[in-house]
């Protein structure tokens, strides 16, 4: 925001003070086809070549000043990509964090699932469950398969 401030604050002092052309050591203001010095029109006394000097000069500089124009344009064209480019790739950054802890969580859940698993066949190979035992590891691991399900729904929605 402050070089676009600051790109349009040199155009407008550019744009006021190019106006005023230096010929032959003397500084003449030109408004269309006006030549003033010292805010006195001295058009009508200068010789044609003179005025054609003055004109040519004034031109100069107004082309001069449209091509400041043009590269201030490209360059707020530049800045504005280059923020579009660092968002896009501020999104990308999100979205990969967002992946990895998706995948994390996944394979904790994973793990968790498989530890408690093999837990409740270990204890019900040696006999050592009653059955509300086997009836709460039941449960805990249909709760794990499910949370397991939800985690890969998630991941996959990323």
């Known amino acids: 925001m402050k070089t676009i401030f600051t790109c349009i604050l040199l155009f407008v002092c550019t744009l006021f003070y190019a106006q005023e052309i230096s010929y032959n050591g ?17 058009t009508t006394g200068l010789t044609t070549t003179e005025k ?9 500089e107004e082309a001069k000043l449209l091509e400041q124009k043009e ?6 064209a530049l800045e504005k990509k280059q923020k ?43 006999g050592k ?16 398969q499910s949370k397991v399900a939800k985690t890969k729904k998630k991941l996959k929605k990323l």
């Open 26 to 42: 003397t500084v003449y203001t030109v408004k269309g086809k006006e030549i003033y010095h010292n805010n006195e029109k001295v």
């Open 52 to 60: 054609e000097n003055v004109l040519a000069a004034f031109k100069i």
């Open 71 to 76: 590269q201030e344009k490209k360059l707020t």
């Open 84 to 126: 579009k480019a660092e968002k896009k790739l501020k999104k990308a950054k999100k979205e990969l964090k967002k992946r990895s802890q998706a995948e994390k969580a996944l394979k904790r859940a994973q793990q968790k699932l498989d530890r408690e698993t093999k837990k409740y066949k270990r204890l019900h190979k040696k």
């Open 129 to 144: 469950l009653t059955t509300e035992k086997d009836l709460k590891y039941q449960k805990k691991i249909k709760k794990l």
